[in-house]
């Protein structure tokens, strides 16, 4: 591996390795405008999009396992500041995600400094989420009892995937950026993988969160790693992408029946709906709620 400097090239790519005569694998990514696109309209205090940063970060590594089209969500609900944060990215590297909470909770000194995870979410739950498209919803959820949401998800991968992982995330109030290193099932003895494992956990241990968000990944990884066979493959574009639509949001509608919706037209004068993910709105008139109730019942016979 050569050690060159672009690290922009990096922005907005998620990137497979592994290290060549062993059982590990590896996933780097670093988000920028993706990232960007998702805060710049919504005022969070820093110390919540910095978490938000981390876990679209770490959407972005899990969508690795994603083998056929799907997506993957990382969602913790608490009773703290947070009460829900949620990122979520497809097999196609589509990421969105959405923070919902009081923020006022939280004191200036909170607002502005990047806090643990139970100061921002209180007593709270991790929940990973795995929907293939044409295949069963899997879901697993962990307490979170650590500070940083990458021990969470290291303690998720433990006990519900049972494959050794570890994860840094890093993450400022312009890019994200995550690693991640997996010991996969191996025909080696178990003496032999572990003291293999141990030595990738010890170099691993040693990145820095500023090296995370400044150098390429071809430099992350030679700064920890430059003494190992490591492969890394080409880079897979992630991009900010929301799946609202309005045919999508008719859908939703329908299902809250008409006289729900022409009252709310009378009382406001039109049902407007906001999209949670990326504030896009919809306006339905009466006339178009009527319109569309009448080409529901035309497809259902």
């Not at 907005?12 to 990232?35: C, K, N, P, V, W």
Request: aromatic share 8%; charged share 20%; net charge negative.
């Amino acid at each position: 591996m050569k050690y060159t400097t672009a690290p922009m090239k990096d922005r907005d790519t998620l990137q497979r390795f592994l290290f060549d005569g062993t059982d590990t694998r590896g996933e780097i990514t670093t988000l920028a405008s993706s990232y960007q696109n998702m805060i710049v309209s919504k005022n969070y205090p820093t110390s919540v999009t910095l978490l938000f940063g981390e876990f679209l970060a770490a959407a972005s590594l899990l969508s690795s396992s994603l083998k056929y089209p799907g997506i993957v969500s990382i969602q913790a609900s608490g009773n703290g500041p947070i009460s829900m944060i949620m990122a979520e990215c497809s097999h196609g590297q589509k990421l969105r995600g959405i923070v919902r909470g009081n923020f006022d909770n939280l004191t200036s000194e909170q607002q502005s400094t990047r806090q643990g995870v139970p100061t921002l979410l209180g007593k709270a739950t991790l929940a990973i989420t795995v929907e293939p498209e044409n295949s069963k919803r899997y879901q697993g959820i962990v307490p979170i009892e650590n500070d940083e949401l990458s021990a969470c998800l290291e303690y998720y991968f433990d006990q519900s995937v049972q494959l050794p992982t570890k994860i840094r995330l890093a993450s400022s109030e312009t890019c994200a950026a995550g690693v991640l290193i997996q010991q996969m099932p191996s025909s080696q003895t178990v003496i032999e993988q572990q003291h293999e494992w141990q030595h990738l956990c010890t170099l691993f241990s040693t990145i820095k969160s500023s090296e995370q968000l400044e150098l390429s990944h071809n430099d992350q990884l030679y700064r920890l790693f430059n003494e190992e066979n490591v492969r890394l493959f080409d880079a897979q574009i992630l991009s900010y992408f929301c799946s609202c639509s309005r045919h999508r949001t008719e859908q939703a509608l329908v299902s809250l029946g008409i006289e729900e919706l022409l009252g709310t037209c009378e009382e406001q004068g039109q049902v407007l709906i906001t999209c949670q993910f990326c504030a896009e709105q919809y306006e339905f008139t009466e006339d178009q709620i009527t319109a569309m109730f009448s080409q529901s019942k035309t497809v259902l016979h």
